[in-house]
């Protein structure tokens, strides 16, 4: 007798999706949601159109500043178009977060300052987010104090976690006794811990 893996009772993912097909609550929230969606994806694609153009300027073919965060080849000529457009500001908080990213790359260590200065007065979730990423990625060790310094930086929130890794790795042993101190930091004791198992 062969012995059935499906519980009874149970319902298959076929099945399931089957029965939301007819659910008519379900749909009608599902067109909601996906119109809501596409209505905030067309705002942030009309809203980064000066990016788009500017980059397409300096020879870069995108519809988006999320092309150059997902991909893996170099981009200089579309670094200070990034860093002028991020400074300019004005935009809406996705496209800010955006901008931040594409920075998350090492060449960007020539605006750090200035990536700090924008990270401390940032004002939406999402840009805080994308600017710690590229303050992360671009730091360097003449960064390291800075570094340490922002995360005293009660104004700003979890992002602030985002720079631990990077503090490990341009702060040597002082990265490393800096982040060993944080290990039951209600903030930073988690990602701290971890950081130094890997590295134990």
Request: proline share 5%.
């Amino acid at each position: 007798m062969t012995r059935s893996n499906k519980k009874s009772g149970a319902m298959s993912a076929t099945e399931f999706m089957a029965q939301l097909q007819k659910d008519q609550e379900y749909q009608s929230k599902k067109t909601a949601f996906d119109a809501e969606h596409q209505a905030r994806v067309s705002l942030f694609r009309k809203a980064e159109q000066p990016i788009v153009e500017d980059l397409r300027g300096v020879g870069l073919d995108v519809k988006s500043v999320w092309d150059l965060v997902n991909t893996a080849d170099p981009y200089p000529a579309a670094l200070p178009v990034l860093f002028e457009h991020l400074e300019r500001g004005g935009y809406p908080d996705r496209v800010l977060e955006g901008l931040g990213r594409a920075l998350a790359v090492k060449p960007a260590q020539i605006y750090w300052p200035r990536l700090r200065e924008l990270y401390l007065r940032a004002t939406g979730p999402d840009e805080e987010q994308g600017l710690a990423v590229a303050l992360a990625a671009s730091a360097t060790p003449e960064n390291l104090n800075a570094l340490l310094d922002l995360l005293n930086e009660t104004t700003r929130g979890s992002s602030r976690i985002l720079f631990l890794s990077t503090i490990v790795r341009v702060g040597g042993d002082i990265g490393r006794n800096a982040v060993e101190s944080l290990r039951h930091d209600p903030l930073f004791g988690k990602e701290a811990r971890a950081l130094l198992k890997q590295r134990s």
